[in-house]
């Protein structure tokens, strides 16, 4: 799995490259756009009780997708729903490099 970045800062977009039978995991709408040949798994995180109580109580979204790169190498593309940029960090245990980052509750996409 390969990424690319683009149109930081203000309304960045992360381009993933996915090799066959690959597959990444997003938020429900997350993605922007995908090949013909990503195919597209939904399902609540934690079963249907877990998934709510993570809605209403933390503002997670209810569903999740899993795409996943079928016949062939596929490309998908993410983007948050709100303005901001999209950074790549690499989170060690007792290892930090960067700088302080400031982060939103709903980082994940």
């Known amino acids: 799995m390969q990424h690319k970045i683009l149109f930081q800062p203000s309304e960045a977009l992360v381009h993933v490259y996915l090799a066959e039978n690959e597959e990444i995991q997003a938020?429900?709408?997350a993605m922007v756009f995908k090949s013909?040949?990503?195919?597209?798994?939904?399902?609540t995180k934690g079963g249907v009780f877990?998934?709510?109580?993570?809605?209403?109580?933390?503002?997670?979204s209810f569903f999740t997708n899993k795409f996943i790169a079928r016949q062939g190498n596929g490309e998908i593309g993410f983007a948050a729903p709100f303005m901001g940029d999209i950074k790549h960090l690499?989170?060690?245990?007792?290892?930090?490099?960067?700088?302080?980052?400031l982060m939103c509750a709903a980082l994940f996409l």
């Open 90 to 101: 690499i989170c060690r245990i007792k290892q930090c490099t960067y700088n302080p980052v």
């Open 50 to 60: 877990g998934a709510l109580k993570k809605s209403v109580l933390g503002g997670e």
């Open 27 to 29: 938020e429900a709408g």
């Open 36 to 43: 013909w040949n990503i195919e597209i798994e939904t399902s």
